[in-house]
């Protein structure tokens, strides 16, 4: 979906210790960053992307935060949310909602006053961080 929109995905499930992104694809001018909610039925009537709730967006800014840091990324970052229903039986896909600019997070940088003075974190074997 997002290479139809003319994106080069980067990442995939992108993980630097708890931090998490599904998703990571970019632009000349953007970088977006994409959680995906698949789910099989919509329990309770809700849609798979009415799961990302307040705590879930927070976690994802902040994997966003150290992905830009990190890769030392100077694009517009941008929040999707992908919802996705899947038939069980025949593993088709019933219906695909991509929300685009999903939310906006408050400004907010990783720093070191962020984590006591101290953030460390492990990626693919490599450990970056600052004491």
Not at 59 to 64: M, N, V
Request: a positive charge; aromatic letters at 10%.
């Amino acid at each position: 979906m997002l290479e139809k929109k003319g994106f080069r995905i980067v990442e995939r499930n992108w993980r630097m210790g708890h931090l998490e992104v599904d998703l990571i694809a970019e632009s000349r001018k953007e970088i977006v960053f994409a959680e995906v909610k698949a789910r099989t039925t919509t329990y309770g009537g809700k849609m798979p992307e009415e799961y990302v709730d307040e705590n879930k967006k927070r976690r994802i800014t902040a994997a966003a935060n150290a992905y830009i840091k990190y890769r030392k990324i100077e694009k517009t970052p941008r929040f999707d949310i992908i919802g996705i229903l899947v038939n069980p039986r025949t593993n088709e896909i019933t219906y695909c909602n991509h929300l685009e600019n999903a939310f906006q997070p408050g400004l907010r940088t990783i720093s070191s006053a962020s984590f006591s003075g101290i953030w460390r974190w492990a990626h693919r074997g490599k450990t970056i961080g600052k004491k």
